[in-house]
């Protein structure tokens, strides 16, 4: 039987669990609860990262900041119970799981972090503030919990590879660690907004990952036909509305014509928009 991981609400009360490791290296795993096994996996590599005796901390709030008027704050999936069990299963020692006053204690917060060009591209087309909301409250977590390493999923590939560059330009001194994509076994990335599909929309879903995994077969003959190839795969997608499909490279920069890249994906099925991507080798031998 898993150990009940300590349980904060308050900031006091977080650094007066943090205060029962002395001196051991502490990493974080920011969520926003409803956790399935993706979570799992991160909070895996975090214990990986830290070794048996330091705290592995969990967050889980759900960040309004991060939400524009009209998307799914009001309905995304709260299951705070089941989240403890996974935290517990997984050997968090500390889940720390603020109110909204507690984050931002004054309202809206006057000083946020202005997430630069790279936020406008990508998600931030259709999302424009939703990277502004998630620097800031990741910032204000790295604030509060002080963490050595922080774990965050593949899956969100620009929210990682932003979260990378706000922690290398603002010298926030905390090592972050991107975790592979956990999938289904028929290739659906695993998301806690898949709990919105039917099971029609849950099939139609896997077109994301078949795309995403024709091109990455396709890779090594070249960007334009890694390109045709996910385009192919789409074509016979029904049911599934792409927003876009965008080849870059590895820090989302310009795609090479030759080496490591990755294609990016975003489509609604539904009501519900789904994000995926994949590493490929353009050229290369694999
Ligand atoms: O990926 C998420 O769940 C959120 O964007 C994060 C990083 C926890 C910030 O709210």
Redesign the pocket.
Known sequence: MSATPLLAHSREELHGALGKFADAGVALV???GALHAGHAALLARARQEVGPDAPVVS?I???PL?FAPGEDLDRYPRTFDADLEVCAEQGVDIVFAPSVEEVYPGGDPQVTVDPGPLAAALEGASRPTHFH??LT??AK?FGLVRPDVSV??QK?YQ?LTL?RRMVADLCMGVDVVGAETVREPDGLALS?RNAYLDEDQRWRATALSRTLFAARDAARYGAAVTIDAARHELRHARGVDLEYLELRAPDLGPAPETGPARLLIAARVGATRLIDNVALDLNGDT
Do not use: A, C, E, Y
């Open positions: 920011p969520t926003m967050s709030f759900v960040n991060q909301g998630v409250v990741v977590l965050f999923g969100d929210q979260i806690s």
